[in-house]
């Protein structure tokens, strides 16, 4: 089974300044995929950046990268340069990557709300 | 490019009642999946569809039955709906094995409330 645990219910970020999203996780899957969603108020979701269990380098997207440190099971995301388009809800999910399909697994989320 | 269409987007039920819930993908993906979210929690899954014609259990299963009608097509039932079954469902597509970079793609979102 696999489990994401968020514990920042709500962050707050000074507009332009970085801020970064805890996300902690564990598998007993040797592969795996790690992935940061975006919740507007409007409610669609919104795919940010992907990180795969082998991959040697952290994932950039833009101003968003994921700080991924296999050996503590965590995989933060970081958001440089906020922008108030950045208020929203951020999940941070995995799946398997063996198998037929790559069935989600999401944290409980973390509101982030950028300040002017 | 119209991706995940979910239909309806809002609806009510009175406890008891039977409703489906549409998803089409035209993305051409071998996998469908449904989820729920409730407030201050995540999604969940309900039951997914690795390829067209096999459907499997997800976290939350109960009170749910789906139907993969083809490749483009799955379908989410609620045979007599609870009130809580109260939640946001969410369509998901995505084609894993082409290769291992394969976010999933979402519908969205239907808001169903049973009173």
């Known amino acids: 089974a696999q489990k994401i645990t968020q514990t920042q219910p709500g962050m707050f970020v000074q507009e332009k300044e970085a801020v970064t999203l805890d996300c902690t996780y564990d598998?007993?899957?040797?592969?795996?995929?790690l992935f940061w969603y975006k919740q507007p108020s409007s409610g669609e979701m919104i795919f940010l950046i992907y990180?795969?269990?082998?991959?040697?380098q952290n994932a950039t997207e833009g101003r968003y990268s994921l700080n991924f440190q296999k050996a503590r099971k965590s995989a933060n995301l970081v958001i440089s340069a906020s922008q108030l388009g950045d208020s929203a809800m951020y999940f941070c999910a995995m799946s398997p990557n063996m198998g037929s399909a790559r069935q989600l697994t999401f944290g409980s989320g973390t509101q982030l709300t950028v300040l002017p | 490019n119209a991706g995940v269409t979910q239909t309806p987007k809002f609806q009510v039920l009175k406890t008891g009642q039977s409703m489906t819930l549409q998803c089409a993908q035209d993305?051409?993906?071998?996998?469908m999946y449904w989820y729920r979210q409730d407030p201050g929690m995540g999604l969940r899954l309900i039951y997914y569809?690795?390829?067209?014609?096999?459907?499997d259990k997800g976290e939350v299963p109960n009170g749910y039955n789906v139907s993969r009608l083809n490749k483009r097509e799955f379908s989410l039932r609620l045979e007599s709906a609870a009130p809580s079954q109260t939640s946001v469902y969410f369509c998901?597509?995505?084609?894993?094995?082409?290769?291992?970079?394969?976010?999933?793609?979402f519908g969205q979102g239907t808001r169903l409330t049973v009173v």
């Open positions: 598998t007993s899957d040797p592969s795996y995929g």
């Open positions: 569809s690795a390829s067209e014609g096999t459907t």
């Open positions: 998901a597509s995505g084609n894993p094995g082409r290769t291992l970079n394969t976010e999933a793609f």
């Open positions: 993305m051409n993906h071998n996998s």
């Open positions: 990180q795969g269990s082998y991959d040697q």
